[in-house]
């Protein structure tokens, strides 16, 4: 049986990077949730504002039917995706039933920090770090969820999430 894995965590982390090799190595499709965002959420978090809930709201639900859609037809995806709040989590694993993973990057305030500082054009500027870390509930101890320290390879990250999951 095919599942979905979202590839979570604050900016800079490394969710694209990670995402696409961790798709690639289980020959699976891998979307980058950034791409899915409003034009809107995109220009306001370019302008340094945070997006609240109700900014996440339509991009959740486009990311969650993507998902379920590609469940429909028999397929995995890898998507990457912050999923900041629980109650996010929440939202994207109902609409695909459950059948959902998450694998939570975990690194530092200075690595993160670094990361994104040495980032080229990315709409997201460092100044919204703060902001992400304010937002962020950690998924300690909820279903499905495989956390990695980032501060190690990209490689690394995959093959420790691959364990995990």
Same mark, same amino acid.
């Given at each position: 049986?095919? !599942?979905?894995?979202? %590839? ?35 220009? @306001?978090?370019? *302008? ?21 859609? *590609? ?13 900041? @709040? @629980?109650?996010? $989590?929440? $939202?994207?694993?109902?609409? %695909? ?8 990057? =975990? ?7 670094? !990361?994104?500082?040495? $980032? ?27 956390? %990695?320290?980032?501060?190690? =390879? ?12």
């Amino acid at each position: 049986m095919q !599942r979905a894995i979202i %590839v979570m965590g604050v900016s800079g982390c490394g969710k694209s990077s990670v995402g696409d090799l961790l798709a690639r190595r289980l020959k699976l499709a891998f979307v980058e949730g950034d791409s899915l965002h409003p034009a809107a959420n995109v220009e @306001k978090m370019a *302008k340094g504002i945070p997006l609240t809930d109700e900014d996440r709201g339509p991009w959740l639900e486009t990311i969650g039917a993507l998902m379920a859609d *590609k469940l429909a037809k028999g397929e995995g995806i890898v998507v990457s995706c912050s999923a900041l @709040k @629980k109650v996010y $989590r929440d $939202r994207l694993r109902n609409a %695909v039933g459950g059948n959902l993973a998450f694998v939570y990057l =975990s690194g530092s305030y200075e690595l993160l920090k670094d !990361r994104m500082g040495a $980032r080229t054009g990315h709409f997201m500027p460092l100044s919204l770090l703060d902001s992400q870390l304010a937002t962020l509930e950690v998924p300690t101890g909820e279903p499905g969820v495989v956390t %990695v320290d980032i501060d190690q =390879s990209v490689e690394g990250i995959v093959d420790e999430a691959m364990r995990g999951l």
